[in-house]
């Protein structure tokens, strides 16, 4: 008789005869790549923990053998090479014992340090400190918990806060907007932008061109180009959106923040959240999630 239980990446197979047999199955879904941005270190240890349950966990030799075999062919489909599982696998050397000089060097040994992975980048990084016997460990900016854990409901557009927001006119004729940032919910900053002033003078650009053109929008139609917490990072970039999107509702004078023209060629290499085709712009920024931009240039 054959039991079989089901685990989150292994399949637990015990089989009742006379000497008690188990073994274990990676499902055939695995989906670890070589090309994802984790360090190498990392990617060599997903070797050594599957092969090291291949050879921990079936009974007999014939099972732990097909599980071997499983293994290279799944990684390989992975894009793990010959190389990655000789890298992986070989025997460690016994450590020596320590010497006097070594015992010495490792009292004025500095302390190691920790800095994000970034492909091509953190490895030269790493050699540079190596040089200057600083150890440097390497942690990934994407992890598992980021990409499938969600305590929280996703808030809704109109409720949501500490953002830099695009606003377009409904008429499709009409190719103006407006770029700025609010700490508020997006629904009372939009509530602003419809009424005027209470002393009928200064009312906002966007009231004054809804009053002029007798246009409207809708809260669902803003686009929200960015999110920041911090006050002054904010308008670092509500400028920088500014200056690259170049908003025709926006009046001269009205930033926090005037970017040195030093910034422009950096700047300009930014791709564009806005065009003048309103319903294009609409759709792109419902569909697709792209990434906030960086503001360390501007700092």
Not at 81 to 109: G, H, I, N
Not at 186 to 212: C, E, F, I, W
Request: hydrophobic fraction near 30%; proline fraction near 6%; charged fraction near 25%.
């Amino acid at each position: 008789m054959t039991t079989s239980c089901l685990f989150w990446t292994v399949w637990l197979k015990f089989r009742v005869t006379a000497l008690f047999q188990h073994q274990y199955t990676v499902k055939p879904h695995i989906r670890t790549s070589i090309y994802c941005l984790t360090p190498i270190i990392h990617k060599l240890g997903v070797i050594k923990t599957l092969y090291h349950r291949a050879e921990t966990i079936p009974s007999t030799e014939e099972a732990k053998s097909v599980e071997r075999e499983h293994l290279k062919s799944a990684l390989g489909t992975c894009g793990y090479k010959d190389w990655t599982f000789q890298k992986a696998l070989k025997p460690r050397k016994d450590p020596s014992p320590p010497t006097q000089a070594s015992t010495t060097s490792s009292s004025t040994r500095n302390f190691g340090i920790t800095i994000p992975y970034v492909s091509d980048v953190s490895e030269k990084l790493k050699r540079i400190f190596g040089q200057h016997q600083i150890p440097v460990s390497l942690k990934p900016c994407n992890t598992l918990r980021q990409k499938l854990v969600h305590l929280k409901d996703k808030i809704p557009q109109r409720k949501q806060s500490n953002i830099v927001y695009a606003i377009n006119c409904q008429d499709t004729d009409c190719d103006d907007y407006y770029t700025g940032e609010t700490k508020q919910p997006l629904h009372k900053q939009m509530y602003q932008h419809r009424r005027p002033s209470s002393t009928g003078l200064n009312d906002l650009s966007v009231y004054t061109h809804l009053k002029a053109a007798k246009h409207t929008f809708e809260d669902k139609d803003v686009i929200v180009l960015d999110k920041e917490q911090r006050w002054f990072e904010r308008g670092v970039k509500e400028a920088i959106y500014v200056r690259r999107e170049e908003p025709t509702l926006n009046r001269g004078g009205g930033l926090r923040h005037n970017l040195s023209k030093s910034y422009e060629p950096t700047i300009r290499k930014i791709p564009r959240r806005l065009s003048c085709d309103v319903t294009s712009t609409i759709v792109t920024s419902q569909v697709k999630n792209t990434e906030p931009i960086q503001d360390q240039s501007a700092r």
